[in-house]
C-alpha cells in the first residue's frame, strides 16, 4: 500500500491512533486532544490507556471512578475512556478462548497459573493491546461501537514492546489462537489505512533525541513510520528580531530578565523544533502551545483539539 496515499486521510479518519513518546511529554494531552477533536467533529471515540492509568479522565475535567476500573465510560459527549487491566484482560481473553465458562474461571483465579502469565515476557503487553483492538471491531448493531480508538502508550520502550508483543506471540505460538489473534493485530497495526501513529515530543534535546529514535525503531517493528509528529508546550514567539536586540541593550531589572529568558528559551525550542522536522522529512510536524495556568481543563483541551484536528 502507498503509504503516503493512506496517511492523507487524515488521523481521525483511521479506526486506531498510537500516541507514543518519551514519558513526560504530554502523551496523555495529546490522546485527550485527539479523543475530543474526533467527538467534536461528530465521531464516536474512545481514549484507551494500559496498565490500569488513569491519567486522561482529569485532563479533561472529569474525576476518576476507581468503581468503574476496567469499564468504558463516555467522559464528554462522544468520547468515552478505559483503562486497560492486564489481570482483567487476561480474564476476557480466558472465557473467550476456552470451552468452558468454569475452567476459564478455575484458570484466572489460579494464582499458579497467574504468576506464569505475570512471568511470560510480553503477556501483559499482548494482552493490552489485544484489547484495544478489539475496541477497533466492537460493534453495536450494523455499526462499530467507536468509530476512532486514541491509544495512549506508554512511555517509549514499554510503548514499543507493546506494539511489538502481536508479532512476537504469533512467532513463537505459529498455529491456534494466539497466533492467529497475534497476525490479525499485527496487520492491523502496520496498516496505514487502519493505523495511525503519534509521535509526542517537547522542544528539548533529550525528547526530541528519543522521538527521532522512535522514528528509526517504528520503521523497523512496523514497516512504516509515524504518521505526525507533535512537538508539545512550545512557548510564543513574542520578540522579533529588533525586539530581542532591544533586550540586549536594556538595563537590568527583573522584568527584562524574564523577557530576555523567554526570547533565549524560545530560540532555543524552534531549533529543537527544526531539528525534529529535518529528521521526520516528508512526516508533518504539529506544535501545540504551552499551556499557561494551575492545571488543564476541558476549556485549554478544546482548544488542543481545534489544532490537532484541523491538522492535515
Given at each position: 500500500?502507498?503509504?503516503?496515499?493512506?496517511?492523507?486521510g487524515?488521523l481521525?479518519?483511521?479506526?486506531?491512533?498510537?500516541?507514543?513518546?518519551?514519558?513526560?511529554?504530554g502523551?496523555?494531552?495529546?490522546?485527550?486532544?485527539?479523543?475530543?477533536?474526533?467527538?467534536?467533529?461528530?465521531?464516536r471515540?474512545?481514549?484507551a490507556?494500559?496498565?490500569?492509568?488513569?491519567?486522561?479522565?482529569?485532563?479533561?475535567?472529569a474525576?476518576?471512578?476507581?468503581?468503574a476500573?476496567?469499564a468504558e465510560?463516555?467522559?464528554?459527549?462522544?468520547?468515552?475512556?478505559?483503562?486497560?487491566?492486564?489481570?482483567?484482560?487476561?480474564?476476557?481473553?480466558l472465557?473467550?478462548?476456552?470451552?468452558?465458562?468454569?475452567?476459564?474461571?478455575?484458570?484466572?483465579h489460579?494464582?499458579?497459573?497467574?504468576l506464569f502469565?505475570?512471568?511470560?515476557p510480553?503477556?501483559?503487553?499482548?494482552?493490552?493491546?489485544?484489547?484495544?483492538?478489539e475496541?477497533?471491531?466492537?460493534r453495536t448493531?450494523?455499526?462499530r461501537?467507536?468509530?476512532?480508538?486514541?491509544?495512549?502508550a506508554?512511555a517509549?520502550?514499554?510503548?514499543?514492546?507493546l506494539?511489538?508483543a502481536?508479532?512476537t506471540?504469533?512467532?513463537?505460538a505459529?498455529?491456534g489462537p494466539?497466533?492467529?489473534?497475534?497476525?490479525e493485530?499485527?496487520?492491523?497495526?502496520?496498516?496505514?489505512?487502519?493505523t495511525?501513529?503519534?509521535?509526542?515530543?517537547?522542544p528539548?534535546?533529550?525528547?526530541?533525541?528519543?522521538?527521532?529514535?522512535?522514528?528509526?525503531d517504528?520503521?523497523?517493528?512496523?514497516g512504516?513510520p509515524?504518521?505526525?509528529?507533535i512537538?508539545?508546550?512550545?512557548?510564543?514567539?513574542?520578540?522579533?528580531?529588533?525586539?530581542?536586540?532591544a533586550l540586549?541593550g536594556?538595563?537590568?531589572?527583573?522584568?527584562?530578565?524574564?523577557?530576555?529568558?523567554?526570547q533565549a528559551?524560545?530560540?532555543?525550542q524552534?531549533?529543537?523544533?527544526?531539528?525534529?522536522?529535518?529528521?521526520?522529512?516528508?512526516?508533518?510536524?504539529?506544535?501545540?502551545p504551552?499551556?499557561?495556568?494551575?492545571?488543564?481543563?476541558l476549556?485549554?483541551?478544546?482548544r488542543?483539539?481545534?489544532?490537532?484536528?484541523s491538522?492535515?
Amino acid at each position: 500500500m502507498d503509504y503516503a496515499r493512506a496517511r492523507m486521510g487524515g488521523l481521525l479518519d483511521k479506526r486506531l491512533v498510537v500516541v507514543i513518546g518519551k514519558g513526560g511529554v504530554g502523551k496523555s494531552t495529546v490522546a485527550a486532544a485527539l479523543g475530543l477533536a474526533a467527538a467534536r467533529s461528530g465521531r464516536r471515540a474512545i481514549v484507551a490507556e494500559v496498565a490500569a492509568r488513569e491519567d486522561v479522565p482529569p485532563i479533561l475535567g472529569a474525576a476518576v471512578d476507581h468503581d468503574a476500573a476496567g469499564a468504558e465510560r463516555e467522559l464528554v459527549p462522544g468520547l468515552h475512556h478505559l483503562s486497560v487491566d492486564p489481570d482483567r484482560a487476561l480474564g476476557e481473553y480466558l472465557h473467550q478462548h476456552l470451552p468452558l465458562g468454569a475452567l476459564a474461571s478455575m484458570m484466572q483465579h489460579s494464582d499458579a497459573f497467574l504468576l506464569f502469565a505475570a512471568a511470560t515476557p510480553g503477556m501483559g503487553e499482548l494482552l493490552s493491546i489485544g484489547r484495544v483492538w478489539e475496541l477497533t471491531r466492537a460493534r453495536t448493531g450494523r455499526r462499530r461501537r467507536y468509530d476512532l480508538v486514541v491509544l495512549d502508550a506508554p512511555a517509549t520502550a514499554n510503548g514499543l514492546a507493546l506494539l511489538a508483543a502481536p508479532r512476537t506471540f504469533a512467532a513463537a505460538a505459529r498455529v491456534g489462537p494466539i497466533a492467529h489473534q497475534g497476525g490479525e493485530i499485527r496487520a492491523t497495526l502496520c496498516d496505514p489505512a487502519r493505523t495511525g501513529v503519534v509521535v509526542v515530543a517537547t522542544p528539548e534535546e533529550m525528547p526530541v533525541s528519543e522521538a527521532i529514535g522512535l522514528q528509526r525503531d517504528l520503521r523497523r517493528e512496523l514497516g512504516r513510520p509515524a504518521d505526525r509528529a507533535i512537538m508539545n508546550a512550545m512557548l510564543p514567539q513574542r520578540f522579533s528580531a529588533g525586539d530581542a536586540a532591544a533586550l540586549r541593550g536594556a538595563p537590568d531589572d527583573p522584568a527584562v530578565a524574564s523577557a530576555r529568558w523567554m526570547q533565549a528559551r524560545g530560540r532555543v525550542q524552534r531549533a529543537q523544533r527544526a531539528r525534529l522536522r529535518r529528521a521526520f522529512g516528508e512526516v508533518p510536524c504539529t506544535s501545540l502551545p504551552f499551556l499557561f495556568g494551575a492545571r488543564q481543563g476541558l476549556e485549554q483541551m478544546e482548544r488542543l483539539a481545534a489544532i490537532v484536528g484541523s491538522a492535515r
